[in-house]
């Protein structure tokens, strides 16, 4: 019995050893030339600060992708942030008025080096914005500590108007979130 324990805690300390090794790339803000797979900068670190990217991402893999839909990303989006806020200790506490805010945030831009989204992503704006599949920046509204609603300009590139997406649909009215 007690090897089964031992065999089980040596198999649990291999596996977080072959992770931690395979998520750490450099920090491509830093000039390190990019690679579009993610699979050449694996298990490479960064002499400075570790940036460390999630590279195999539901963000990293699907979002605006031609053959997914606007509601598609809006809750790769959501995903992302959710899962942020399981990682990341007092997430909370983190000042998060805005697009740019939060994507610096979910881009390595907080105190763990953690990256949902890799720096230089094709989704982010010369103002350091997520944008969305129709290259307008994604509105968030922060309803409580770890709630967004996050929405999408639409295909007339128009915020506030009839053919904008906005995820989830609307969150008034729920209790218990």
């Known amino acids: 019995m007690i090897w089964r324990l031992g065999f089980l805690v040596a198999l649990v300390l291999a596996i977080l050893w072959v992770v931690k090794l395979t998520s750490q790339v450099p920090d491509q803000s830093a000039g390190v030339d990019e690679d579009p797979t993610g699979e050449a900068a694996s298990g490479q670190t960064s002499s400075s600060s570790s940036l460390r990217v999630l590279s195999k991402s539901w963000f990293e893999m699907e979002y605006g992708t031609e053959d997914t839909t606007t509601i598609h990303d809006l809750e790769i989006v959501s995903s992302t942030l959710t899962e942020s806020q399981t990682m990341i200790k007092d997430f909370t506490s983190y000042f998060l008025p805005d697009n740019a805010a939060i994507t610096a945030f979910l881009s390595g831009g907080n105190r763990d080096r953690l990256a949902w989204i890799r720096p230089g992503h094709k989704a982010i704006g010369r103002d350091g914005e997520l944008m ?46």
């Not at 309803?143 to 009839?162: C, H, K, P, V, Y």
Request: aromatic fraction near 14%.
């Open 132 to 177: 969305d599949r129709f290259g307008t920046p994604l509105f968030f509204h922060r309803e409580t500590g770890t709630r967004f609603q996050i929405r999408s300009a639409g295909n007339d590139r128009t915020m506030w108007t009839d053919d904008d997406v906005v995820y989830p649909k609307s969150t008034q009215g729920k209790r218990g979130n």
